[in-house]
């Protein structure tokens, strides 16, 4: 079965920098839109960065410069490098396939961001 798993969450300090990586396995995954999702506590989840199977990549107006989504087709990952972290990044982030027969989304990983 379509199986997502994140990793690299974790807690940093505001201006720190993590990044995380999404494995995927029982896709094509080289045919399908990637991206990477977040949702707060008592927030609607939100597209944080998305990118194409062309490798076309759009950003949350909230993390451009800062953000930046790349896909690995060989190893069917996608990673997530986060710089100048601010606490207003925290939050747990999904990792999301959209695929012919829908949607799919990994468990998430929390990230907090705090002094």
């Known amino acids: 079965q379509v199986q997502l798993v994140e990793s690299g969450g974790g807690l940093v300090q505001p201006g720190e920098s993590l990044r995380l990586s999404c494995a995927a396995s029982g896709i094509i995954f080289r045919l399908y839109t990637m991206g990477w999702y977040r949702q707060a506590p008592g927030k609607q989840r939100e597209l944080v960065a998305g990118?194409?199977?062309?490798?076309?990549?759009n950003y949350a107006d909230s993390v451009k410069g800062r953000f930046t989504i790349s896909r690995n087709n060989a190893k069917k990952t996608v990673s997530l490098q986060m710089n100048s972290l601010k606490p207003e990044d925290t939050a747990v982030y999904y990792c999301n396939s959209k695929t012919d027969m829908g949607d799919y989304w990994g468990q998430g990983t929390q990230v907090t961001v705090s002094s």
């Open positions: 990118i194409s199977s062309g490798g076309s990549t």
